[in-house]
């Protein structure tokens, strides 16, 4: 079993940042991926971004260039910065955690952008 805990998100003013964190314990195996998805409103959850256990990333179109993933493999924690905020990233974002075969997820935190 793997419990991720998210912490960071909240309201911010369009053109601001946040950075999301989400801290995995339990049975954790060398190699994983680390996902943040999110779904707002009245829409389907969509991938926003990973990482993999060995430093490899990629983006959603719609993030490139003001969303960064990191990761601290000594800590279990994955960050997700956002910067530039849009109102339409306001939705509530999770975080999935994949090792061993097997998938977890966060319980979600909420982002809001809006004046």
């Known amino acids: 079993q793997v419990q991720l805990v998210e912490s960071g998100g909240g309201l911010v003013q369009p053109g601001g940042s946040l950075r999301l964190s989400c801290a995995a314990s339990g049975s954790i195996f060398s190699f994983y991926v680390m996902d943040w998805y999110r779904q707002a409103p009245g829409k389907q959850r969509e991938l926003v971004a990973f990482i993999t256990s060995s430093g490899s990333t990629n983006y959603a179109d719609s993030v490139k260039g003001r969303f960064t993933i990191s990761g601290d493999n000594a800590k279990n924690t994955v960050y997700l910065q956002m910067n530039s905020l849009k109102p339409e990233d306001t939705a509530v974002y999770y975080c999935?955690?994949?090792?061993?075969?097997?998938?977890?997820w966060g319980q979600g935190t909420q982002v809001t952008v809006s004046s």
């Open positions: 999935k955690h994949t090792t061993g075969g097997k998938s977890y």
